[in-house]
T-cell receptor
Framework: GNSVTQMEGPVTLSEEAFLTINCTYTATGYPSLFWYVQYPGEGLQLLLKATKADDKGSNKGFEATYRKETTSFHLEKGSVQVSDSAVYFCALRSLGGGFKTIFGAGTRLFVKA | GAVVSQHPSWVICKSGTSVKIECRSLDFQATTMFWYRQFPKQSLMLMATSNEGSKATYEQGVEKDKFLINHASLTLSTLTVTSAHPEDSSFYIC???????????FGQGTRLTVV
């Protein structure tokens, strides 16, 4: 079945450091890939998405490229801020899965001033 | 993006009582709604999928008689936790997908505490 694996956290960085959160997936067909962010005590917000191979999703300085050859969708940001502290979820959705969204375990990010 | 509103955002109830959580799509017709549960510091686990006008499809291990899902209209789905127990305490999140939207949008979640 479909699944998403992302790096375990927590990840602790200093402000302005470079961020990478790894995400790989297993899916049949051609899924859409997503990164969601969850701030403390809140629901999920869509951060970025990519719907086909080689697409790059970007938003608020975050980027992720859909790599079919490596089945990956790693999240990157060149310079993190304290306000980026949150939990980040990698997710996929495929038509064959009935539009269910399958989430990774989540990676908690702490950014220190 | 499209708006999905979930209510209440938090609720405290006594053991043995039932609690209803509402999920509304405010600006599109949600033909499909999903209900997730999130334990502290864990990922979201899909509980069930509901299509408007049909019975919900529950994931393996989810008690359908305990978690009643109704999706009677294209803008509203409800999750009722019946005879709640402390172990039902969790964060419940809905998402909705439908005509005119390119992806599923999530509600802000409901934190349920059963005492």
């Amino acid at each position: 079945g479909n699944s998403v694996t992302q790096m375990e956290g927590p990840v602790t960085l200093s402000e302005e450091a470079f961020l990478t959160i790894n995400c790989t997936y297993t899916a049949t067909g051609y899924p859409s890939l997503f990164w969601y962010v969850q701030y403390p005590g809140e629901g999920l917000q869509l951060l970025l998405k990519a719907t086909k191979a080689d697409d790059k999703g970007s938003n608020k300085g975050f980027e992720a490229t859909y790599r079919k050859e490596t089945t990956s969708f790693h999240l990157e940001k060149g310079s993190v801020q304290v306000s980026d502290s949150a939990v980040y979820f990698c997710a996929l959705r495929s038509l064959g899965g009935g539009f269910k969204t399958i989430f990774g375990a989540g990676t908690r990010l702490f950014v220190k001033a | 993006g499209a708006v999905v509103s979930q209510h209440p955002s938090w609720v405290i109830c006594k053991s043995g009582t039932s609690v209803k959580i509402e999920c509304r799509s405010l600006d599109f017709q949600a033909t499909t709604m999903f209900w997730y549960r999130q334990f502290p510091k864990q990922s979201l686990m899909l509980m069930a999928t509901s299509n408007e006008g049909s019975k919900a499809t529950y994931e393996q291990g989810v008690e359908k008689d305990k978690f009643l899902i109704n999706h009677a209209s294209l803008t509203l789905s409800t999750l009722t936790v019946t005879s709640a127990h402390p172990e039902d305490s969790s964060f419940y999140i809905c998402s909705a997908w439908g005509q005119g939207v390119s992806e599923a949008f999530f509600g802000q979640g409901t934190r349920l505490t059963v005492v």
